[in-house]
């Protein structure tokens, strides 16, 4: 689950990371009283306005603006809150930013240049451990300082057993080139962000930039959070940061109906039950020069019901040319799956405008063949692997 950059600030601040404060707003009045609220706080006067959306390089699409006077974070508010914004990062037509986020400017203009850095926490895959990448080259895109000059790149790995030890939070605040007060401050912000990467079972933190104001203070001004799904039965706090308004909107349909699916770009559809089936049928559409329009496992009860469910959701992507329906009949028997599908495709109409190839393996595969072909339903019954990518090619070309 991704968090927006204000609720990743409040959860970083929960667990005593230090942050550019800020006050989210849905319509520019409440953006003026956050600015006003803000100055009360922290003093400040100048503010800088920043959308909110589910994806990042939002400053160079103009989501990231400066505010010197309560007018300006009226008119900045206004222009910013219902915009299409188009990042590097969003669909081609851009994402439609709902709410805005106050925050101090915490620049201070006028007064010494802040340094930017750059700091994420994430897993090493290669080595089973976290690791925390850092960079003095905060503030732009890393990926191409990842390419320009990857040796201003470090990492530090973190024995899960010991958690971040005190020397390495050191090295941390050594390599970024800092000393005295903001030498301090670094290495209380790295060990407490490790701290919260743990506490909050997140998958990714991503801060960028890290910031070491005029005054020598280390805070967060941008955040990137993505929490573990998995673990969020032990967060229940946390369910409502969901924002489905940035989700993909067939997605948040199937789930509600208890199908695990994953949208695609390609133009086969595919209806399986169990992950490791569904990863290798998407293969599978790709040998046959398909391309996999969706993950789709409908898990152990294929019945007619939620057959017809996984149809539908596959159909609500206008590009699907053919269906593969790829389920094993295991504890569910083939001839009670082969049913589900003629009821369902029955019970669809003229719904299905495009092939649907049928594979069922197992427990009673010859009875539900034999249906399939009885029913006369304009669906193509196959029992072996290579006979469905065969199929599959013809009905692509
Ligand atoms: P992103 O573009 O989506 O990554 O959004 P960021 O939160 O990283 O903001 C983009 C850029 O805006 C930052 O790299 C900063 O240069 C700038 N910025 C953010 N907050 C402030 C601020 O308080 N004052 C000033 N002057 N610039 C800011
Ligand atoms: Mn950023």
């Known amino acids: 689950m991704n968090l927006h950059e204000y609720q990743g600030k409040q959860l970083l601040n929960s667990f005593g990371v230090k942050i550019q404060r800020g006050i989210v707003a849905d319509n520019h009045k409440k953006a ?26 939002r400053g160079k699409g103009g ?15 206004k222009d910013i809150i219902g915009m299409m914004l188009k990042t590097p990062q969003t669909p081609a037509e851009g994402k439609k930013v709902n709410q805005v986020l106050i925050a101090e400017d915490v ?49 530090e790995e973190i024995d899960p057993a010991t958690g971040i030890l005190s020397f390495q939070a050191r090295k941390v605040a050594f390599n970024l080139g800092l000393s005295g007060k903001a030498f301090k401050e670094m290495t209380k912000f790295v060990t407490s962000l490790y701290g919260a990467y743990i506490g909050s079972d997140a998958s990714l933190f ?36 969901r924002d489905l308004r940035e ?13 695990n ?70 504890i569910v028997r083939c001839d009670r799956v082969a049913q589900g599908i003629v009821d369902a495709y029955t019970n669809m109409g003229d719904a299905i405008k495009v092939p649907i190839i049928v594979r069922l393996q197992g427990t009673n595969a010859k009875e539900a063949k034999e249906l399939i072909e009885a029913s006369g339903l ?17 009905v692509l070309s």
Request: aromatic share 6%.
């Open 107 to 155: 620049y201070y203009p006028g007064e010494a240049e802040p340094e930017e850095y750059y700091m994420s926490v994430l897993l090493n895959r290669a080595t089973g451990r976290n690791m925390i990448m850092y960079s003095t080259e905060g503030g732009m895109d890393i990926e191409s300082v990842a390419e320009k000059t990857p040796h201003l790149i470090f990492t």
């Open 206 to 241: 991503e801060i960028n930039p890290v910031l070491k104001t005029s005054d020598d203070k280390v805070l967060a001004v941008d955040s990137k959070v993505t929490l573990d799904n998995n673990a969020l039965f032990r967060h229940k706090n946390y369910i409502n940061l």
């Open 247 to 259: 989700e993909n909107p067939i997605e948040v349909e199937a789930n509600a109906v208890g199908l």
């Open 32 to 57: 003026v009283d956050a600015a006003k609220q803000l100055t009360a706080e922290t003093g400040t006067g100048w503010w800088v306005i920043k959308a909110q959306i589910h994806a990042g390089g």
């Open 63 to 77: 989501g990231v603006k400066l505010a010197k006077s309560l007018a300006e974070v009226e008119t900045i508010s």
């Open 378 to 394: 304009d669906v193509i019954s196959v029992v072996e692997f290579k006979e469905a990518a065969d199929k599959v090619q013809e």
């Open 261 to 330: 699916y994953v949208d695609l770009d390609g133009n086969v559809g595919c209806m399986v039950n169990g992950a490791g089936l569904a990863m290798s049928t998407m293969d599978l559409i790709k040998q046959s020069g398909g391309e996999p329009a969706n993950f789709l496992d409908v898990g152990g009860t294929a019945d007619a019901e939620r057959v017809e469910a996984g149809f539908r959701i596959i159909l609500k992507d206008p590009n699907v040319k053919a269906i593969l329906v790829n389920i094993f009949g295991g």
